[in-house]
C-alpha cells in the first residue's frame, strides 16, 4: 500500500524531454499494490510502471494525480508471459505522452477518470485490453484513443443495440441463412480483500471484480488508523458469487 505520498522527478534533461526521474513507481515483482492518493509530476519514462516478470499482479490506483511524464502515465506491459490487471479510478493523467497503455498480457479497468492534455489519451498494443466503465472524461488530447471495451456497473461488455428496421429495399436472397450471436455470459464476483482499505477505495474495487457495495456498518474505535477504514467484511476474500453481488462491510469511526 503506497497512500498519500508525492513523488516528483525534479531536475532537467535535454529535450524533447525535459524531466530527469525515470519511473515514480515500477512494479517489477508482486502479487498486489494498491496506489491511493499519490501525486507524481516530472519523469522522464513513466508515472507507474507495471512490468512483472515473475508473477501476475492486480494494481489498484485511486484518487491519484498523475502528470507531466514523458513516457505514459501508466504503463501496464507484463514480460514472461504474465498478466497485469490494473484498475485506475477516481484519477486524473496529463500531459503524458500516452495517458494509459495496456500491452501484451495487460487489462485496464477505468473508472472516474479524467484524461486529458496528453500525446495519447489511451491506448493498447498486442492483447492489451482497456476496459471503460464509461464514467471517464477523456478530452483533449492530441489522439484520445478508445477503449477496447465500454462496460456496465458490472464489467460486464455492453453490445450495440441490433436495429429492427428494415432496410429501405429488401431484395431476398435465393438462400437465406441466418446467424444467432450470444450475448457472452455476465463474469462471476469473485469477492477481493477490502479489510485495511478506505470506504472509497473497497468501492472502486468491488466494481472492478464485479461486486458491489452492500450495507456499510459503522463501528466506533479507539484506533485512528481504522477510522473510515474497513475493519471486517462479511463475504470472505476469493468467494465466489453472481455477477453484481452485495459485499456488506462494516468501517471504523470515532
Not at 95 to 114: R, Y
Not at 131 to 153: E, K, L, R
Request: aromatic share 2%; proline share 6%; hydrophobic share 35%.
Amino acid at each position: 500500500m503506497l497512500r498519500g505520498i508525492s513523488f516528483d522527478g525534479l531536475g532537467s534533461v535535454a529535450e524533447p524531454c525535459p524531466n530527469s526521474g525515470l519511473d515514480a513507481i515500477r512494479i517489477q515483482q508482486a502479487h498486489t499494490v494498491d496506489i491511493e492518493n499519490a501525486a507524481i509530476n516530472h519523469f522522464h519514462n513513466n508515472g507507474v510502471d507495471v512490468i512483472p516478470g515473475e508473477s501476475n499482479v492486480s494494481v489498484l490506483i485511486d484518487g491519484s494525480d498523475i502528470r507531466n511524464t514523458c513516457g505514459a502515465g501508466v504503463n501496464v506491459a507484463p514480460t514472461g508471459g504474465h498478466t497485469a490487471n490494473v484498475t485506475i479510478g477516481n484519477s486524473t493523467i496529463s500531459n503524458a505522452g500516452t495517458g494509459v497503455l495496456a500491452a501484451e498480457g495487460a487489462t485496464a479497468w477505468l473508472t472516474g477518470d479524467t484524461i486529458t492534455a496528453n500525446t495519447t489519451g489511451i491506448q493498447t498494443t498486442g492483447t492489451g485490453v482497456i476496459n471503460s466503465f464509461g464514467d471517464n472524461q477523456i478530452y483533449g488530447n492530441a489522439t484520445n484513443g478508445a477503449a477496447t471495451h465500454d462496460v456496465d456497473q458490472y464489467g460486464a461488455a455492453i453490445l450495440p443495440p441490433v436495429s429492427t428496421s428494415p432496410p429501405a429495399t429488401v431484395t431476398p436472397p435465393a438462400t437465406t441463412t441466418t446467424t444467432a450471436t450470444a450475448t457472452p455470459p455476465a463474469p462471476s464476483c469473485v469477492v477481493p480483500k477490502l479489510t485495511g482499505l478506505k470506504l472509497s477505495t473497497a468501492r472502486t474495487r468491488l466494481t472492478a471484480a464485479h461486486c458491489k457495495l452492500g450495507k456499510v456498518t459503522r463501528r466506533k474505535t479507539k484506533q485512528r488508523n481504522k477510522i473510515g477504514v474497513v475493519v471486517s467484511q462479511k463475504q470472505k476474500a476469493g468467494s465466489k458469487l453472481a455477477n453484481g453481488a452485495s459485499v456488506n462491510v462494516t468501517v471504523g469511526k470515532r
